[in-house]
């Protein structure tokens, strides 16, 4: 049996919900070595993320703030799709994200990520103010990473805020 495309769409939609509804992994962090802020100025929508990285992997993943439904579910599932993964994946899967969320740039065909129930923004490039909430959380994640790039220290690294006007 193959869903049809409105089965799809209500099929992510109730991931969407899901994930609003019980955000995974909403917490603090305090092993957290990289973190970031993340605020749009246009609708309110706040994220601090934070992540646990240990020789190049993530090890844990949680965030906090508020914000509308598509904002706290991208989070959510940002958490769920980090965690265990490598920092060099995890680059992959962010470039990817933002990709589709924004509908630009062209993927490096050499580099084939598969983003999985993160398919489930993949609609929101049609709506402008929507693609600023399910980035936010990512956009967060994209300061952690490079916070800690040359980072030879384990403690705390405080990423700038992230504005998405």
């Not at 092993?31 to 749009?40: I, K, P, Y």
């Not at 084939?112 to 600023?132: H, I, T």
Request: aromatic share 4%; net charge negative.
């Amino acid at each position: 049996m193959s869903l049809g495309h409105d089965d799809l769409r209500d099929l992510y939609q109730d991931l969407i919900l899901d994930h609003t509804r019980k955000p995974r992994n909403f917490h603090d962090l305090p092993a957290a070595n990289r973190r970031a802020e993340g605020h749009n100025p246009l609708c309110g929508d706040r994220v601090s993320l934070m992540l646990e990285v240990q020789n190049d992997t993530v090890r844990a993943a949680a965030f906090q703030g508020s914000g509308c439904a598509i904002s706290v579910a991208s989070a959510s599932m940002l958490t769920e799709a980090v965690t265990g993964k490598s920092t060099d994946e995890v680059r992959r899967l962010l470039e990817a994200f933002l990709r589709q969320a924004t509908g630009s740039g062209s993927p490096d065909p050499t580099q084939s990520v598969d983003l999985g129930k993160l398919e489930a923004f993949a609609g929101v490039r049609e709506f402008p103010m929507r693609v600023k909430c399910a980035t936010l959380a990512w956009r967060a994640l994209e300061a952690a990473l490079a916070t800690g790039q040359n980072e030879a220290r384990e403690d705390e690294v405080r990423a700038s805020e992230v504005r998405t006007e």
